[in-house]
């Protein structure tokens, strides 16, 4: 039946949190090929999923809006991101927008948290609330974002170090 089992939900930022972005890479992730995952970040989040927690990535992606790259190659890279992670996450969204369009999924905005939450309780039938969720990123748009979404927010290099990863076993 729908609805019956509330399910807590990691929310993570994308490069800088889960892979290294542009100030580990001196440039943007723009392919495949660029991928390159922290060290502990596959572990950490099955880590999380052990716990029962379902895990979705949430990425701003200018470079498709400002065309530096392509959806299909924005796609592939997050593929292989989760490749990386040896398929950790149950979703992962992404703002394919230039940042002046004014868009709702574009972080700090919330609506690609609010998006993953339809989309999973749609194929699982699980409920997603606030109160059971973090969202863990490395920029003040992922804090505002997760404030936006009213869920509590850690910092990337935090959780990545496994602080209060106690705390995660709601």
């Given at each position: 039946?729908?609805?019956?089992?509330?399910?807590?939900?990691?929310?993570?930022?994308?490069?800088g949190t889960i892979r290294h972005g542009k100030d580990e890479l001196g440039?943007?992730?723009?392919?495949?090929?660029?991928?390159?995952?922290?060290?502990?970040?596959?572990?950490?989040l099955w880590a999380y999923r052990a716990l029962g927690w379902r895990i979705?990535?949430?990425?701003?992606?200018?470079?498709?809006?400002?065309?530096?790259?392509?959806?299909?190659?924005?796609?592939?890279?997050?593929?292989?991101?989760?490749?990386?992670?040896?398929?950790?996450?149950?979703?992962?969204?992404?703002?394919?927008?230039?940042?002046?369009?004014?868009?709702?999924?574009?972080?700090?905005?919330?609506?690609?948290?609010?998006?993953?939450?339809?989309?999973?309780?749609?194929?699982?039938?699980?409920?997603?609330t606030s109160n059971k969720a973090l969202f863990v990123g490395d920029r003040?748009?992922?804090?505002?974002?997760?404030?936006?979404?009213?869920?509590?927010?850690?910092?990337?290099?935090?959780?990545?170090?496994?602080?209060?990863?106690?705390?995660?076993?709601?």
């Open positions: 039946m729908t609805g019956d089992k509330t399910v807590p939900v990691l929310y993570c930022d994308i490069d440039h943007f992730v723009n392919e495949a090929k660029d991928v390159v995952i922290f060290d502990g970040v596959e572990e950490l979705v990535g949430v990425s701003n992606q200018a470079g498709i809006g400002l065309g530096y790259m392509s959806e299909e190659t924005c796609k592939a890279a997050m593929d292989k991101t989760n490749e990386l992670t040896k398929y950790a996450f149950d979703e992962i969204l992404w703002c394919p927008h230039k940042p002046d369009a004014g868009c709702k999924c574009r972080k700090p905005r919330a609506g690609l948290v609010h998006m993953a939450r339809l989309l999973l309780a749609q194929r699982t039938g699980e409920i997603y003040p748009e992922d804090e505002e974002c997760a404030n936006n979404a009213h869920i509590n927010f850690m910092w990337a290099h935090h959780w990545r170090e496994g602080k209060q990863f106690e705390e995660a076993t709601v």
